[in-house]
């Protein structure tokens, strides 16, 4: 499984939910083991486990600090996350979790026992092993083999859960699967070790214990939800920023159900589907829907409500928003001359110039900017994805597309 951020939940895809309505119904996907509980991956991440990761967060708050105003404003979070998941991208975050997941029911099981006595100092999701075994990939890689071109977290062919995927000393392009060290072995890098750090004498040691409320992150991490906050030199961990609480600056970000004001650099709340948005200053509950394809200002909207083929954008954040549509379109912008103009398009066939893969039916914008299929050996390229092999090799001339030689 990977490693969760302060948001928790949302790192598992890198985020990030069932609960919404709107939220998609999963499809079945990958196979599943025997055992207590539910035996679908999305339902147990998305149903079963945000309610208790939102549970230990709201008895751990004046301890992690508070991320979100209550449980009900957690599970919200997650539920509205699915919801844009589903509308956006065509597919519920728990559709894809079906898909690329096995679930191993009795860890599962046991992951959610774990919470209702996990101390308020641990993260019991990342430091849980029944929480990292509780799902594999449906086509695993096992110990040994090779996973240059496998996919990265929550991708159907991966590294076994508790394996990483590491450079290869011999061959740096290269990547294997390895399971990683304990402290004392040998290590070339943080991957190495089971608590990511590689010492001075190259040999993995224990991780330094995240920093506490108000103690210094001047060399630490922050534990749980807390923010390292402060002027250089003399920087914090607090809790996050209240509503009505400075923040930007030196000042702790807010609360993951909130959002900095650029006007004011006070948290405030997202604006409710109704409200008047603008994409510069305003930061909607789910979309900011442009009035016209020349305006920046609208009207806040469902996820349900992206618009569709020829319509003016929607807008995703405020300050730097995304320019957003439904699925399946593209965003055409234009913000020359001073001037902002944004139109919800159908993706471009091959053949036509892109800047981005997000434009192409295909998924792929190539390296002399046309959209196309994937090439063969022998082509150029400049990323990965571009290559039927899912390898493009940076070594050759402004690279090429090959099969890489890991055997």
């Known amino acids: 499984m990977v490693r969760m951020s302060r948001v928790g939940l949302v790192a598992v895809v890198g985020v990030a939910l069932a609960c919404s309505p709107g939220g ?74 079906n898909e690329a997941l096995t679930l191993d029911a009795a860890h599962a099981s046991a992951c959610k026992a774990s919470f209702a006595t996990a101390a308020c100092t641990s993260d019991p999701f990342n430091d849980n092993a029944d929480c990292e ?55 070339t890098s943080g991957s190495d070790c089971q608590s990511y750090e590689c010492g001075p004498s190259s040999t ?64 405030k709340a997202l604006a409710a589907d109704g409200a008047a948005c603008d994409v510069m200053t305003t930061a909607c509950r789910h979309l900011c829907k442009l009035t016209s394809a020349t305006s920046t200002a609208g009207t806040c909207a469902p996820f349900s409500a992206a618009p569709g083929e020829g319509q003016p954008c929607a807008a995703l954040g405020a300050t730097e928003p995304s320019l957003a549509c439904a699925a399946g ?41 046309v959209c196309g299929a994937a090439q063969a050996d022998g082509q150029p390229c400049d990323r990965d994805s571009q290559c039927t092999s899912e390898w493009c090799d940076s070594n050759t001339s402004g690279g090429t597309c090959a099969t890489p030689m890991c055997s």
């Open 329 to 369: 379109l593209r965003a055409e912008f234009n913000t020359s001359g001073g001037s902002f103009s944004c139109t919800c398009r159908a993706r471009l066939a091959n053949g036509s110039a892109c800047q981005s893969r997000a434009e192409c039916q295909s998924d792929i914008c190539l390296r002399n900017d």
């Open 24 to 97: 998609g119904g999963g499809s079945s996907g990958g196979g599943t083991s025997s055992g207590g509980g539910s035996n679908d991956v999305g339902d147990f991440y998305l149903s079963e486990l945000v309610p208790l990761i939102c549970a230990f967060e709201e008895r751990c708050a004046a301890t992690r600090g508070r991320n979100y105003a209550d449980a009900a404003a957690c599970e919200d979070y997650y539920a509205t996350l699915d919801a844009m998941y589903s509308v956006m991208l065509g597919k519920s975050f728990k559709q894809m979790l």
């Open 133 to 187: 075994l509780a799902a594999h990939p449906t086509q695993p890689i096992a110990a040994g083999g090779d996973c240059t071109t496998a996919g990265g977290d929550f991708s159907p062919r991966a590294c076994d859960t508790g394996l990483r995927c590491n450079s290869r000393t011999d061959k740096p392009d290269c990547r294997t699967c390895v399971a990683p060290k304990a402290d004392g072995q040998p290590c």
């Open 204 to 267: 993995c040691v224990a991780a330094d214990p995240p920093a506490g409320l108000n103690a210094s992150c001047e060399s630490s991490f922050c534990a749980g939800n807390l923010d390292c906050a402060g002027a250089f030199g003399s920087s914090t961990c607090k809790a996050p920023a209240a509503e009505n609480q400075p923040c930007g600056g030196d000042n702790a970000d807010c609360r993951a159900d909130l959002h900095c004001d650029g006007a004011t650099h006070t948290c």
